[in-house]
């Protein structure tokens, strides 16, 4: 349990500073990235040498989907093994980055439009731990993850999102992780190593957009943008995260992209930071 010195501890390096940290939503693809040495994973180690170090990073990740908004508050969360089919090398990975229970209780305070439960059983899944392990490698940030709850839609967490700003201010990392193209059924394996269908390309050139001008509506309602946009997301987890980077956009930040490449054929790794 946390004591009151360590909490009066946390809090005091918790105090805002004087820049405000970038947001990143990024496009985690097959768990394998977590292990190898690819030009996604050398992204991520690089982007972690361009952004100021974090005091901590909150991670929204398309595999912790709950009834409900959780938050992982335990103080060494495990390291979940969420997949199958995959070689020994993967699941032998572990990364022990610690938690942060103070930090978990006053994140769930800033959430005042729904009651945030503190959990401690999760701990951080392949959305989260095969990117950090790159960009930190030493585990030596705390790492939390924030649960997305499934009976909400975008627009429900692109709100929520905004409520998480003052995190911001006090050195905490907060990145979205899934895929804005995420249609493993439509997969082609003969263009795993880079390439994507037509509609691939259109509906990622459109998010992308709609995203460098901040015309964020459309994006929350995804449906409207036509066939390409239901092909894309035939099922919300992986765009949901991209909610919460958006939500956390200042009017006045500007938007980059990273990682933007498709593969599969209906897969896209096309990444975004916002904020200097």
């Known amino acids: 349990?946390?004591?009151?010195?360590?909490?009066?501890?946390?809090?005091?390096?918790?105090?805002?500073?004087?820049?405000?940290?970038?947001?990143?939503?990024?496009?985690?693809?097959?768990?394998?990235?977590?292990?190898?040495?690819?030009?996604?994973?050398?992204?991520?180690?690089?982007?972690?040498?361009?952004?100021?170090?974090?005091?901590?990073?909150?991670?929204?990740?398309?595999?912790?989907?709950?009834?409900?908004?959780?938050?992982?508050a335990m103080d060494f969360p495990q390291t979940i093994h969420d997949f199958g089919g995959f070689p020994r090398e993967l699941f032998a990975v572990q990364y022990p980055s610690p938690g942060n229970a103070t930090l978990a209780k006053e994140t769930a305070a800033l959430i005042t439009t729904t009651q945030v439960e503190l959990d401690h059983d999760w701990g951080l899944?392949?959305?989260?731990?095969?990117?950090?392990?790159?960009m930190y490698p030493e585990a030596n940030v705390p790492v939390l993850q924030l649960s997305i709850d499934y009976t909400k839609g975008p627009q429900y967490h692109y709100d929520?999102?905004?409520?998480?700003?003052?995190?911001?201010?006090?050195?905490?990392?907060?990145?979205g992780s899934g895929n804005m193209v995420h249609n493993l059924r439509m997969m082609d394996w003969s263009m795993i190593n880079g390439g994507g269908y037509d509609w691939t390309q259109t509906i990622n050139e459109k998010f992308k957009d709609l995203i460098t001008i901040r015309d964020h509506q459309p994006l929350i309602n995804y449906q409207t943008l036509g066939k390409e946009a239901l092909l894309a997301i035939p099922t919300v987890e992986h765009y949901l995260p991209l909610m919460y980077t958006l939500g956390l956009q200042d009017k006045d930040e500007e938007t980059s992209f990273f990682n933007d490449k498709m593969v599969g054929g209906s897969l896209t790794m096309t990444s975004v930071r916002i904020g200097a």
């Not at 004087?18 to 690819?38: A, W």
């Not at 998480?164 to 990392?173: D, H, M, S, Y």
């Open 125 to 134: 899944d392949h959305g989260t731990w095969t990117i950090i392990r790159h």
């Open 1 to 72: 349990m946390t004591t009151l010195s360590a909490f009066r501890k946390f809090t005091e390096e918790l105090t805002p500073q004087d820049y405000t940290m970038p947001v990143l939503f990024i496009g985690h693809g097959s768990p394998m990235n977590g292990i190898e040495d690819n030009e996604f994973s050398q992204r991520w180690k690089k982007m972690a040498q361009e952004i100021p170090i974090p005091k901590a990073v909150l991670v929204v990740s398309a595999h912790w989907f709950t009834k409900g908004t959780k938050i992982t």
């Open 160 to 175: 929520l999102a905004k409520e998480l700003t003052a995190l911001r201010k006090k050195g905490v990392l907060i990145v």
